[in-house]
């Protein structure tokens, strides 16, 4: 049961630039909490891509990154590469405390 | 260099009681400021949060699983054991453990193991 919505999946050519949204709620990303951003591989544990919204782990490449407002937030992935085919999720945080995630997108390079 | 590994049956019988055990190294759950959590994924599906303790011995539950879940840790063996009790078909799932990091992500996983429900 996610809390944050995302699309299903999203494709692009090599090289080109492809976003993926998260949607949450007043009491998640609209509260002010963090959204982070995983990068999962298949058959793999997800790894972490974006912490605090739009700060990259070292050895993330540049070509990632994300940015938040209101009660959203979006990855971003330019200059496509046929490693970054995954799944993708978001993840942020209530009061509860609670720990929530995306649906997950699945970024196709065609 | 931090790691982290679960460890547990890979099958259980509904109504039984799952117990997994994360391993862990490269950091203490002694020091202040650090937290443990416990992840599921079913197949195909989203990933869920299950559970986290901290240093201080805190702990704290999902609000859907919280009666079946318990958390603990033993900090001189470097492990966090989680029970979930009266296990269905749907709690099929990879199950992770993973440290809770800066600003409340996830910035170490571990390789995770699939648990099945099945009679």
């Known amino acids: 049961q996610s809390v944050l919505t995302q699309p299903p999946s999203v494709s692009g050519a090599p090289g080109q630039r492809v976003t993926i949204s998260c949607t949450g709620s007043s009491s998640n990303i609209g509260a002010g909490y963090d959204v982070h951003w995983y990068q999962q591989l298949p058959g793999t544990a997800p790894k972490l891509l974006i912490y605090g919204n739009s700060n990259r782990p070292s050895g993330v490449p540049d070509r990632f990154s994300g940015s938040k407002s209101g009660t959203s937030a979006s990855l971003a992935i330019t200059g496509l590469q046929a490693e970054d085919e995954a799944d993708y999720y978001c993840q942020s945080y209530d009061s509860s405390p609670n720990y929530v995630f995306g649906t997950g997108t699945k970024v196709t390079v065609l | 260099q931090v790691t982290l590994k679960e460890s547990g049956p890979a099958l259980v019988k509904p109504t039984q009681t799952l117990t997994l055990t994360c391993t862990f190294s490269?950091?203490?759950?002694?020091?202040?400021?650090?937290?443990v959590s416990w992840i599921r994924q079913p197949p195909g599906k989203a990933l869920e949060w299950l559970a986290r303790i901290d240093w201080d011995d805190d702990k704290f539950y999902s609000t859907s699983l919280k009666t079946r879940l318990t958390i603990s840790k033993d900090t001189s063996k470097n492990q966090v054991v989680l029970t979930m009790t009266n296990m269905d078909p749907v709690d099929t799932a990879t199950y992770y453990c993973?440290?809770?990091?800066?600003?409340?992500?996830?910035?170490?996983w571990g390789q995770g193991t699939l648990v099945t429900v099945s009679s």
């Open positions: 490269g950091f203490s759950l002694s020091t202040s400021g650090m937290r």
């Open positions: 993973a440290r809770i990091g800066i600003r409340n992500s996830v910035d170490y």
